[in-house]
């Protein structure tokens, strides 16, 4: 009986772990670099400890910032996902080249979705403004595909704004001479996702409804 009753303590353990919220970034150390920060906005020390403490990668910061509906999921780092990636976007002292390929590596693979996916699109578009040639020179340096990769998630939208085609108009006429290649991947992505992509959550209740 004795043995059983351990049998079915294990496993019980085992699903616990199993079916447990996973954060894969450390969620303390970046709420601690993120209040600290707070409190010393201008500090270069700071704004690197929230940077490094910030999700790498389009898979660590969607499990990190993402919704969910189940009983029991803990929706603090969802809650906090505008703040984070606010104060991401106010880190000026962090190096360009630092900086732009973090945003890259955030966005090859990410998918429009309400939110923080929409808040981070908002910061790439804000970044190419304040750090241009910097951003291109970096993307130019990725695989091909990897650049499709990012201009799908850049340019994916729900609307047709007159907006999203001037600032394409405006990317492309500066950069066509010195980053053709680049401009030509941008321009097919801009063709087939702005104004033709669904929040990602919507996509999938228009597929379940088939």
């Not at 019980?12 to 199993?18: C, G, P, V």
């Not at 880190?91 to 630092?98: E, H, Q, S, V």
């Not at 941008?186 to 033709?196: D, G, L, T």
Request: charged share 20%; aromatic share 16%; glycine share 2%.
């Amino acid at each position: 009986m004795k043995q059983i009753f351990l049998t079915l303590l294990l496993f019980a353990t085992l699903l616990s772990t199993a079916t447990a919220q996973y954060f894969p970034v450390d969620t303390a150390l970046l709420n601690r670099t993120y209040r600290k920060l707070l409190k010393n906005p201008q500090s270069r020390e700071l704004q690197l400890d929230f940077f490094k403490a910030f999700p790498d990668n389009w898979d660590d910061f969607n499990s990190t910032y993402k919704y969910s509906d189940k009983d029991g999921y803990d929706l603090s780092m969802y809650s906090q996902a505008y703040e984070h990636i606010k104060t991401l976007a106010e880190c000026y002292a962090i190096n360009d080249t630092l900086y732009c390929n973090k945003l890259i590596a955030l966005s090859v693979g990410a998918s429009l979705d309400v939110d923080a996916p929409n808040h981070l699109q908002g910061l790439l578009h804000y970044t190419m403004q304040q750090r241009n040639d910097v951003f291109l020179y970096c993307l130019s340096k990725i695989e091909k595909g990897h650049q499709m990769q990012f201009w799908q998630f850049y340019w994916s939208n729900i609307v047709d704004g007159q907006s999203q085609e001037k600032e394409f108009e405006v990317l492309y006429n500066i950069n066509k001479e010195k980053h053709p290649c680049l401009m030509k991947t941008m321009s097919i992505a801009f063709e087939y996702f702005n104004n033709k992509v669904l929040f990602m959550e919507d996509f999938k209740n228009v597929m379940n409804s088939k």
